[in-house]
């Protein structure tokens, strides 16, 4: 199985701040990476897939890079309602696979 | 509305078996792939198991695989998930949701549509 490795495990930052969170594959998966945003006691919700790419009514302060093994995700000009989990995912291949995820909290 | 709303969680033993049920409302169910993804209390992420479009065609995590089996019914535009030989480490709450590419065989493993989750204990 496909090993994702996030880091960091957990980062405090303000409102206004540029944060970003990086996810690291195992082997090689080309573009096939998704990024999502989990709130407590919600179910995920997609933010970026093929590694790069805007999920529809995301804003577009969340923007995604990488390819290969290494991604990251930036998130600009914090909002109040960013602050949550933030979740890698391969899907290269099955078992499709996620990272431990980042927590976001407020400084 | 497009929506998906799980149900069949609860308390069951060690060893027994349940099964989840996941209602697809809002739009063409029979044109997506759709997986399972639980998550244990207070832990991250785990996907585990997909079908096909069609229903033709399944994949598993290998900590349920032989145990769990995925399911749909077009007619009900309905998801299942058997569950047998439940244990501790099942105990997690269970989402279902939608692949993001329509017609696609197991899709491209994205998930754009989730449910709000059935929460399933096993304990004696």
């Known amino acids: 199985d496909i090993l994702m490795t996030q880091s960091p495990s957990s980062v405090s930052a303000s409102v206004g701040d540029r944060v970003t969170i990086t996810c690291r594959a195992s082997?090689?998966?080309?573009?096939?990476l998704a990024w999502y945003q989990q709130k407590p006691g919600k179910a995920p919700k997609l933010l970026i897939y093929g590694a790069f790419n805007l999920q529809s009514g995301v804003p577009s302060r969340f923007s995604g890079s990488g390819f290969g093994t290494d991604f990251t995700l930036t998130i600009n000009s914090l909002q109040p309602e960013d602050f949550a989990t933030y979740y890698c995912q391969q899907a290269n291949s099955f078992p499709s696979t996620f990272g431990q995820g980042t927590r976001l909290d407020i400084k | 509305q497009v929506q998906l709303v799980e149900s069949g969680g609860g308390v069951v033993q060690p060893g027994r078996s349940l099964r989840l049920s996941c209602v697809a409302s809002g739009f063409t169910f029979s044109n997506y792939a759709m997986h399972w993804v639980r998550q244990a209390p207070g832990k991250g992420l785990e996907w585990v198991a997909v079908v096909s479009y069609d229903g033709t065609t399944t994949h598993y995590a290998d900590s349920v695989k032989g145990r769990f089996t995925i399911s749909r019914d077009k007619s009900k535009n309905t998801l299942f998930l058997h569950m047998n030989s439940l244990g501790p480490e099942d105990t997690a709450v269970y989402y279902c949701a939608r692949d993001l590419v329509e017609l696609a065989t197991t899709g491209d493993c994205y998930f754009d549509l989730w449910g709000r989750g059935t929460l399933v204990t096993v304990s004696s």
């Open positions: 082997q090689d998966i080309s573009s096939w």
